[in-house]
């Protein structure tokens, strides 16, 4: 199975910073995607196929990869943005997901 | 609009059967696979197994394996996921996700079906 190794686990910030949260993958994999998710709720896809922003995201979230190492970054938190996030791997079954990053406000 | 609705909250005793069915609307049901994923309170999310409603193929995670049987519907654009010989490490939030059949994303969610088990 693919292992997702996610850092930070958590991650404090204020309002208007710029945070990043990565995932490096176990071996080659071609498609990671992110979610948020708020207490209660169900996740939300924010991005796909490491980059591309799933529609009605603010494009404040964006993604990147470099090798097996895959960024999500978000660029100017606003105050719906403390959630936790989750990296996903969807290129081979399990479709194994990170251990989440908790964003809290600081 | 596309949504997922799962059936309602479930208290089982150890040992018991479970079986928590997702109903899909506004989209071909059969066009996207339906996921399992499940997040026991406190936790992250942990993969449970993979169906298409086309072909009736699924995949389960290890960790469920023997236990976990994924079935639909498809007259109902409805899928099911039944898990059996609960534990009490078995409580936890069950979600159904579409699976985008080109890059596995998950677009769209269920609301959660919350599973207690307890004697």
């Known amino acids: 199975d693919v292992q997702m190794t996610q850092s930070p686990s958590s991650l404090s910030a204020s309002l208007g910073d710029r945070v990043a949260i990565t995932c490096r993958a176990s071996?080659?994999?071609?498609?990671l995607n992110w979610y948020q998710q708020k207490p209660g709720k169900a996740p939300r896809l924010l991005i796909y196929a490491a980059s591309n922003l799933q529609d009605g995201v603010p494009s404040r979230f964006s993604g990147s990869v470099s090798g097996t190492d895959f960024t999500l970054t978000i660029s100017g938190l606003q105050p719906e943005d403390f959630a936790t996030y989750y990296c996903?791997?969807?290129?081979?079954?399990?479709?194994?997901f990170g251990q989440g990053t908790k964003l809290e406000i600081q | 609009q596309v949504q997922l609705v799962q059936s309602g909250a479930e208290v089982k005793k150890p040992g018991a059967s479970v079986k928590v069915s997702c109903k899909a609307s506004g989209y071909t049901f059969t066009t996207y696979d339906i996921i399992w994923v499940r997040q026991v309170k406190g936790q992250g999310l942990q993969y449970v197994g993979w169906m298409s409603p086309n072909s009736g193929d699924r995949a389960y995670a290890q960790n469920f394996q023997g236990r976990v049987t994924m079935t639909r519907d498809t007259s109902e654009n409805t899928a099911y996921m039944e898990l059996s010989g609960l534990r009490s490490e078995d409580a936890a939030v069950y979600y159904c996700?579409?699976?985008?059949?080109?890059?596995?994303?998950?677009?769209?969610w269920g609301q959660g079906t919350t599973v207690t088990v307890s004697s």
């Open positions: 071996e080659p994999i071609l498609h």
């Open positions: 996700a579409r699976g985008d059949l080109r890059f596995g994303a998950l677009d769209v």
């Open positions: 996903q791997q969807s290129y081979s079954t399990p479709y194994t």
